[in-house]
């Protein structure tokens, strides 16, 4: 963060002094919400939370270096105290993102954000000193959190932004206003939430939106390849530049395919010339999102070669989102347990069989190890039922649903499909898959493992990969 008196932040945010000695004490550490991240001239954050109150923490805060606390009460130590602490964060990195003046690079879409906000985040660095945020910090104070972290060095800061229903974008992006806004696709994540994919393209249409005019430097970013964001073209004063395998997309790939591993190679095109790209990443799906990152560099002046070069050296950078393991014994791990909708399960079942062509030569098995998609409403029965349908048209070897309803439903929906017997099993909770996992598993077979974040199924690839070197059985 840049370095800013108690008394600016005071007047940012409208708070009051208390405890306070000297008002010209400047905060020159991090913005952090964990006393245990605070550092050297720190600004704490206190949120009371449901099961933690930070405000508790105030002094431990202080104590490890932090300047001051940013709370909702006072707290018997340096504190600048607000009606919200929410906004008052919001409100301090809006000023300094006004400050600074860097480039804002914004996305959303129903799927993919994080692993295309890691992608372009990677070709950007090569521009420029870049900032984004670990992992999926896309809300109302994950996004703050992230743009306080830039300095008068950020040429680029590339945010995430995510939506629980119609407004959230907009406040994201009044907080962080964007030059380039980035629109992926328009799905069925929180489809319960929302109430339809039109409802969906409502609220990822908001980025679009509050982009500035094109002769201010405004771009769009947007998908060519679904329908709901292509429109969304004429809901933005930005200029739009469209990215996918449409014939008419400014950026482009042709000749997709997959190596035997699932990793895609492509041709990029792009109006200045074109490279082509091998990539590190598993799966497909993946070639939109490096399309979307190619869009967004070549915007900022990289060149298509210099971009086919960085799409091809550029790794996964957020856990549990494809992250693959070879054990010693030859069983592959496919951990993409982060979290789950219905577009991001067929992407990952699809990958699966891609990556288990190599393995079905060496006598291996695909095993999807599947949980709960959460927030489909009165969706869910059906989106789970298809999910099991596709494992068995797809031709996976094993299905091992986990968990309750939802995990019923899969597991009945590949049964209806035509798997029977042992090909797909439903069992109760992550132990009860790594029991049966450890005893069947045997080399050259390949696991993913996937569902909705609140399961926690990543304890099962934990687990098994826990025992590396072992052959199970």
């Not at 909702?72 to 504190?79: F, K, N, Q, T």
Request: with cysteine; proline share 4%.
């Amino acid at each position: 963060m840049i370095a800013l008196s108690l008394a600016e932040i005071t007047a940012i945010v409208g708070g009051q002094q208390h405890d306070i000695p000297d008002p010209a004490a400047r905060v020159t550490g991090p913005v952090v919400i964990d006393s245990r991240e605070v550092r050297t001239g720190s600004l704490f954050v206190a949120f009371a939370g449901e099961r933690v109150d930070g405000h508790d923490f105030a002094g431990r805060a202080v104590a490890a270096g932090a300047t001051a606390v940013l709370a909702a009460r006072p707290v018997g130590v340096p504190a600048i105290v607000v009606d919200d602490v929410e906004r008052a964060l919001g409100a301090l990195a809006r000023a300094v993102v006004e400050r600074l003046g860097t480039t804002v690079v914004a996305l959303t879409g129903s799927a993919g954000k994080t692993s295309t906000k890691d992608l372009i985040a990677q070709l950007l660095e090569r521009l420029g000193d870049t900032v984004w945020p670990p992992g999926s910090l896309n809300n109302e104070i994950g996004l703050p959190l992230t743009a306080l972290r830039a300095t008068e060095d950020t040429r680029h800061l590339v945010l995430e932004m995510g939506a629980r229903g119609i407004g959230h974008i907009r406040y994201l992006a009044e907080l962080t206003p964007p030059r380039i806004g980035v629109v992926l696709n328009v799905g069925t994540a929180h489809i319960g939430e929302f109430g339809g994919r039109e409802q969906i393209a409502l609220a990822k249409g908001e980025l679009a939106e509050a982009l500035p005019a094109a002769a201010e430097g405004g771009v769009a970013v947007l998908n060519a390849d679904d329908p709901l964001v292509r429109a969304m073209s004429e809901r933005t004063k930005a200029r739009t530049v469209l990215f996918g395998e449409a014939a008419d997309a400014h950026v482009r790939a042709e000749n997709v395919r997959l190596d035997g591993a699932g990793l895609p190679s492509f041709t990029l095109h792009t109006p200045t010339g074109c490279a082509d790209v091998t990539m590190r990443l598993y799966g497909e799906h993946h070639v939109s999102n490096a399309l979307a990152a190619a869009a967004v560099a070549h915007e900022l002046g990289m060149p298509v070669h210099e971009i086919a070069s960085a799409l091809s050296a550029a790794g996964q950078l957020s856990r549990w989102r494809m992250e693959v393991t070879e054990r010693a014994d030859g069983v592959t791990i496919v951990n993409d347990a982060y979290n789950a909708n219905p577009d991001s399960m067929r992407a990952a079942l699809r990958a699966l069989v891609a990556m288990g062509e190599a393995a079905r030569a060496r006598g291996g098995r695909t095993w999807a190890v599947l949980g709960q998609m959460a927030e489909l409403g009165g969706e869910s029965l059906a989106e789970h039922d298809a999910v099991g349908r596709l494992a068995v048209r797809l031709n996976v070897s094993k299905l091992v649903a986990v968990g309750g309803r939802e995990a019923a439903w899969l597991r009945m929906g590949a049964y209806n499909e035509g798997s029977w017997g042992e090909e797909s099993v439903h069992v109760s909770d992550a132990q009860a898959a790594v029991d049966l996992l450890r005893s069947e598993l045997r080399p050259g077979d390949v696991v993913l493992v996937k569902a909705s974040r609140s399961v926690g199924l990543e304890r099962v690839a934990e687990q098994l990969l826990a025992v590396d070197g072992e052959v199970a059985g």
